[in-house]
């Protein structure tokens, strides 16, 4: 049973530039959430996917989208990049659509802007 | 709008000296709380999910509890490897998948 993967591990982006981030959720899940953590706080959710549609969406503007293929892998796109959207971002997989119990996460991309 | 809080922000222990962190919520409607450690470079990863007040679960050295206001996370005889932090986050009820709501977490260190 593989575990949830991203990539790249570490991203360096200029402000005002657009970056794409990659997720392969573990064998057999169905649902993905992406998370912000920023420097010392707890993650904040950013949505989530069920099935290839956005299943619930957290306090993110519109430049953060996402999608989620038929193998149910999963991007996170953020355009326009500012300089507070310097974080560690968190992809996780799960079986249930809306209660998350037990998500299962990835070690996460590291995102700097300069 | 939901809350969560944890206390302490950084604890210090001795080996084989036993502690408790603290999680209180401001929720509209509790569906569950969850605990997950968090290594340094490492996605969180799950430990516990509580669902009503009175509920315990224990695994291993750890044990959460969990009442109307606050949940608590026991340690008993921590060892070095147990050094992490500790992430307690909520979700609510009500129509509709919602993620989960973190606090900023309790960094836990046991010294040898």
């Known amino acids: 049973e593989t575990g949830v993967t991203q990539s790249p591990t570490h991203l360096i982006k200029t402000r005002g530039q657009q970056v794409t981030l990659r997720c392969s959720s573990q064998?057999?899940?169905?649902?993905v959430s992406w998370y912000q953590q920023a420097l010392g706080q707890g993650p904040q959710f950013i949505f989530q996917?069920?099935?290839?549609?956005?299943?619930g969406r957290g306090n993110f503007p519109p430049r953060f989208s996402g999608l989620q293929f038929p193998n149910y892998s999963s991007e996170l796109n953020v355009n326009a990049l500012e300089l507070d959207d310097s974080a560690l971002y968190l992809c996780?997989?799960?079986?249930?659509?809306?209660?998350?119990?037990?998500?299962?996460f990835g070690s996460g991309t590291q995102l700097s802007v300069l | 709008e939901d809350q969560v809080t944890q206390s302490p922000e950084a604890l210090r222990l001795q080996e084989g000296e036993s502690s408790s962190l603290n999680c209180s919520y401001t929720?509209?409607?509790?569906?569950?709380l969850f605990w997950y450690r968090q290594d340094p470079g490492k996605g969180p990863e799950f430990l516990f999910t509580?669902?009503?007040a009175g509920e315990e679960k224990e695994k291993e050295r750890l044990k959460a509890t969990l009442t109307k206001k606050e949940s608590f996370l026991h340690i008993t005889a921590p060892k070095p490897e147990d050094s992490a932090t500790y992430l307690c986050?909520?979700?609510?009820?009500?129509?509709?998948?919602?993620?989960?709501?973190f606090g900023k977490g309790t960094h836990l260190i046991i010294q040898p």
């Open positions: 996780a997989s799960s079986t249930n659509r809306g209660l998350n119990e037990k998500l299962f």
């Open positions: 064998s057999g899940h169905n649902t």
């Open positions: 996917y069920y099935r290839e549609e956005e299943n």
């Open positions: 929720v509209s409607g509790l569906r569950g």
């Open positions: 509580l669902y009503s």
């Open positions: 986050a909520v979700q609510v009820s009500g129509g509709g998948a919602d993620g989960l709501t």
